[in-house]
């Protein structure tokens, strides 16, 4: 079977669900099943016009960048216009070359857009999966799930409440929840944490006795900002109640992400004068070593769809906090601990629980979070429920 994937973000580009995109891919053409991804030039990268991965895996690349999430509605117009002019061009080249028998797109769009054209001009079935509500304007959310998911062949979400929104707003039933899925780290937690500290350079920021929060997202969108000066708020009464100076010093909380409205968070950090334990790392290529040595991970948002970053944690036997929103409920379920968004005084309740366990209580818990995604959300699980999903078999 030929499968024809769309998005407009592809690994090693940012975000998830160019990481999803990318590892699904892989995981079917492994199977026996060509994958050809259809998609923009990732950031900061200079123009090739395709890439095989291996034998069944092959990205084409359409000459565009896609732009931030903060573009303004022009460049998103024009974007737009460019990836639906030359997308259709080279997904027609695609399918009469490769005989594509399967359209798969993610979203956000425009990708969505490109299935349905292609499938009213050729009738070749599109499936869409859904991985959040993060579009820029609820007008664009509502063509996007009214034409393009609704005359998919199945709408696919990584959650359960993504699924229950689309049914409930839209009245929509042919919705299917397919979580995301993950490669199982070959390292955890690790011995070696002053030789891995020094190797990231952090040294200038953390010591071996660390007890180390991490908070990983993009600060693109205000309320993903909000919900980190969130944690911010928790961990600063966390902290202020430590009576030891020599305990309060060796607490450090990394912030690990950039954007347009980063400098709020920078403004609290100083606001509560916290220089000395929280510290921002922007963009890092490495969260998967800075995992190994970290103790727990923070993800407060108000809106989310199916987070790597908590599957990432988790399968490197890091327990987690996290807001009950999305598919995190489902995703930690024992393993870590929920608040509702905007709950400082439940952050700081679950951060000092976490901080009052016995090492061996920590890394039991630690131990339960690596189970539960390697017995649910495994890509080897994942990625045979899709296949099944997308090929009936």
Request: charged content about 20%.
């Amino acid at each position: 079977m030929n499968i024809l994937r769309i998005s407009n973000r592809l690994f090693p580009d940012s975000g998830g669900m160019a990481k999803q995109a990318f590892i699904l891919s892989k995981f079917c053409s492994q199977k026996g099943i060509s994958c050809f991804n259809l998609t923009c030039i990732p950031q900061d990268r200079s123009f090739i016009r395709e890439k095989s991965i291996n034998n069944r895996f092959k990205i084409i690349y359409l000459p565009i960048n896609t732009p931030g999430f903060n573009a303004g509605y022009i460049k998103l117009f024009l974007f737009t216009l460019k990836f639906l002019i030359f997308g259709t061009i080279n997904a027609l080249q695609i399918i009469k070359k490769e005989k594509i028998e399967i359209i798969h797109a993610h979203s956000p769009p425009p990708s969505g857009f490109l299935a349905f054209i292609v499938n009213k001009i050729l009738k070749i079935p599109y499936f869409y999966t859904i991985h959040s509500l993060d579009v820029p304007t609820q007008f664009l959310l509502n063509i996007d799930i009214k034409f393009t998911a609704k005359n998919s062949k199945k709408i696919i979400t990584v959650s359960p409440g993504l699924k229950k929104y689309i049914q409930l707003n839209y009245g929509i039933n042919n919705v299917h929840w397919l979580p995301n899925g993950i490669i199982l780290p070959k390292n955890s937690h690790t011995e070696e944490k002053e030789q891995i500290i020094n190797e990231l350079n952090l040294n200038s920021y953390l010591d071996k006795d660390d007890f180390i929060i991490i908070y990983v997202g993009n600060m693109i969108f205000q309320q993903k900002v909000k919900g980190m000066i969130d944690f911010l708020k928790g961990f600063n009464n966390f902290i202020t109640k430590i009576n030891s100076n020599r305990l309060k010093s060796g607490i450090k909380l990394l912030f690990i992400g950039e954007g347009l409205h980063s400098y709020l968070l920078e403004q609290k950090i100083r606001a509560f004068k916290l220089e000395k334990h929280v510290f921002l790392l922007g963009r890092r290529d490495d969260i998967n070593i800075i995992l190994t040595i970290s103790d727990l991970l923070g993800l407060t948002s108000y809106v989310e769809g199916f987070p790597n970053v908590i599957l990432e944690a988790m399968s490197s036997k890091v327990p987690c906090i996290g807001t009950n929103v999305g598919g995190i409920k489902f995703l930690i379920g024992d393993t870590g601990y929920l608040v509702k968004p905007g709950d400082i005084e439940g952050i700081e309740k679950k951060i000092h629980k976490f901080y009052k366990l016995s090492e061996l209580e920590r890394i039991e818990l630690g131990k339960r979070a690596f189970d539960r995604i390697k017995n649910n959300f495994d890509l080897e699980i994942i990625g045979k429920k899709l296949i099944k999903l997308i090929t009936g078999h």
